[in-house]
């Protein structure tokens, strides 16, 4: 029997790379695309695609995917609640708006979340396409992580099914719990790494105001940034030059506060910047 599964922001930038990956197996979804934007329901019918009214959608739905932005996620799930039936599975995409518990909890219903890790650093993808599938479940063969934040044990096989289908290609489904998820996304990639990154980008710009060519700095950071990934997190087999630990030793502190950690990868800072992203806060 076929899986009935509204999906709701259907036409939106992750609503469409969920709806092209899972109309490609009508054989297992029956599938309901939600979507209320006019950009998002001309970005369907650019595909053949209509939408359904929600509500209709909703009551029947095995599953219900919310490819929403986070701040609207509470005010939404508050809405269609009470519209499933019980046995629906409700699908986030991110873990902020489950951890900031913004979304409310039906015994009977459960809850779901799964989150793309996009095509890794080090990859064996050959073609055009595959490299420059930046974001993955295109071409780019990816990891995801994923929660059975509520309900039966049993309901982790079908969830696990619906995460590979709508992200394919995918290689592993990593399985942890919601909170987990949050302690990476936003802690980790967002605030840490994406922060980091920006700031990469600042001196790439400082390097190339003081001379250096554009294209030499670029290839020049992100070569040595790709050794420097490899040696830290010991996949290359030898540790850095006496001279680049002199380096980061005498960077080190005048680059990151001393309680960075404590400020950013700790769960009191992770609550705030969940409620932050939920607008939960308000």
Not at 44 to 51: F, K, M, N, Q
Request: a negative charge; hydrophobic letters at 45%.
């Amino acid at each position: 029997m076929r899986m009935k599964v509204a999906l709701l922001g259907a036409g939106g930038k992750m609503g469409c790379r969920l709806t092209d990956n899972l109309i490609k197996h009508p054989e297992k979804y029956d599938l309901a695309l939600v979507e209320i934007s006019d950009q998002g329901i001309a970005n369907l019918a650019e595909r053949g695609l209509s939408v359904k009214d929600r509500d209709q959608a909703l009551a029947d739905a095995d599953a219900v995917i919310l490819a929403l932005p986070d701040r609207l996620i509470g005010k939404v799930t508050h809405e269609i609640v009470d519209l499933l039936k019980p046995g629906t599975m409700l699908v986030s995409l991110d873990p902020a708006a489950a951890y900031a518990e913004v979304i409310p909890l039906r015994d009977d219903l459960s809850y779901y979340v799964s989150h793309p890790c996009h095509p890794p650093m080090y990859n064996d993808e050959i073609t055009d396409e595959a490299r420059t599938d930046w974001f993955g479940g295109v071409k780019a063969k990816h990891h995801i992580v994923s929660a059975l934040h509520r309900g039966p044990e049993a309901d982790w096989a079908k969830g696990d099914q619906l995460a590979r289908d709508m992200y394919a290609p995918v290689m592993n489904n990593y399985r942890i719990t919601v909170e987990q998820m949050a302690i990476l996304e936003p802690a980790l990639v967002e605030t840490f790494a994406a922060t980091c990154v920006t700031a990469i980008k600042e001196a790439y710009d400082e390097a190339v105001k003081m001379g250096v060519p554009a294209e030499a700095a670029w290839e020049f950071l992100s070569g040595h940034a790709r050794i420097e990934f490899a040696i830290v997190f010991g996949l290359s087999g030898f540790p850095f030059s006496d001279g680049a630990k002199l380096a980061i030793e005498k960077a080190y502190d005048k680059i990151f506060k001393p309680d960075w950690k404590q400020q950013i990868m700790s769960l009191d800072a992770l609550k705030q910047s969940v409620a932050e992203i939920t607008d939960s806060l308000q």
